[in-house]
């Protein structure tokens, strides 16, 4: 028992101190490092999201979405969504004339984005790791499927399945993760979804049933206003050099 507690502790101790911080209470905290006395679950693949994860954010989504809004619609449905604008539902019952428009606006703001684009720092180094360990690496985005192409031949690093907006439908759905664990013939329990968006990226993960990983460099999900949101993330770490030291320590990564 006197073990027991010391190691608990120890854990604990460490779990409080490590920059990967859990984003539920300290119940849910001290619970899961008890649960890690428990056999590890074993993960043979991680999904990531693209902008904003694999790449540093080149996209100014607020103001895209005023511009394909206006200002008014913006502060509106903004105040109705606290998690974050669905742009893409939002559009999807306009008119065709006002919809085309839209798409055109987003796209304006995507080539910008992809003249700025750069890796995320840690992602090569994180593609790496996984490689050494024989875990696969797929990639789920609501961009464009020439976005991925120039992301995977600027850098030299490919994701497979890569499916992008084309794909549909598409995240929050969990859809393309569902296709993603049947094509790499493994359950979604035993695969991981990294990404920055809550409403996105760990709406669709958890609702696929896989471990998901919340990407918040800036902390501005402590916020109260994302306290109440239906779908938290398993983990929750500061940069993506921080997912390495999370896997190994909560998952079995034996190929
Ligand atoms: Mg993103």
């Known amino acids: 028992m006197r073990l027991f507690i010391s190691f608990s502790i120890s854990r604990a101790l460490f779990f409080f101190n490590n920059p990967i911080r859990s984003f539920s209470s300290m119940a849910t905290t001290l619970s899961s490092v008890t649960a890690s006395?428990?056999?590890?679950?074993?993960?043979?693949?991680?999904?990531f999201d693209m902008d904003g994860t694999l790449t540093?954010?080149?996209?100014?989504?607020?103001?895209?979405?005023?511009?394909?809004?206006?200002?008014?619609?913006?502060?509106?449905?903004?105040?109705?969504?606290p998690s974050g604008i669905d742009i893409?539902?939002?559009?999807?019952?306009?008119?065709?004339?006002?919809?085309?428009?839209?798409?055109?606006?987003?796209?304006?703001?995507?080539?910008?984005?992809?003249?700025?684009?750069?890796?995320?720092?840690?992602?090569?180094e994180l593609c790496g790791f996984l490689d050494s360990r024989n875990i696969r690496r797929g990639l789920i985005t609501r961009n464009v499927k020439a976005a991925v192409d120039?992301?995977?031949?600027?850098?030299?690093?490919?994701?497979?399945p890569a499916l992008s907006r084309e794909f549909r439908p598409y995240k929050p759905d969990p859809a393309p993760l569902l296709h993603i664990c049947s094509v790499w013939e493994v359950q979604p329990n035993e695969v991981?979804?990294?990404?920055?968006?809550?409403?996105?990226?760990?709406a669709c993960g958890k609702q696929a049933?896989?471990?998901?990983?919340?990407?918040?460099?800036?902390?501005?999900?402590?916020?109260?206003?994302?306290?109440?949101?239906?779908?938290?993330?398993?983990?929750?770490?500061?940069?993506?050099a921080h997912v390495h030291s999370l896997l190994e320590a909560n998952f079995d990564l034996t190929p």
């Open 209 to 240: 049933g896989a471990f998901t990983c919340l990407l918040d460099e800036t902390g501005r999900y402590d916020s109260p206003k994302y306290a109440d949101v239906e779908f938290k993330p398993d983990y929750k770490v500061s940069s993506l």
């Open 88 to 124: 893409l539902n939002h559009i999807e019952n306009w008119s065709p004339d006002k919809q085309h428009t839209a798409y055109e606006t987003i796209a304006d703001f995507e080539r910008q984005g992809l003249d700025r684009l750069q890796i995320m720092p840690g992602a090569l």
């Open 37 to 47: 006395l428990s056999p590890k679950s074993r993960l043979r693949g991680v999904v």
């Open 192 to 202: 991981m979804m990294v990404g920055d968006s809550l409403k996105d990226d760990v």
């Open 150 to 160: 120039l992301f995977h031949s600027r850098f030299g690093v490919t994701f497979a």
């Open 56 to 81: 540093v954010p080149a996209i100014d989504f607020q103001a895209m979405y005023r511009a394909v809004l206006g200002e008014q619609d913006y502060l509106a449905i903004k105040s109705k969504c």
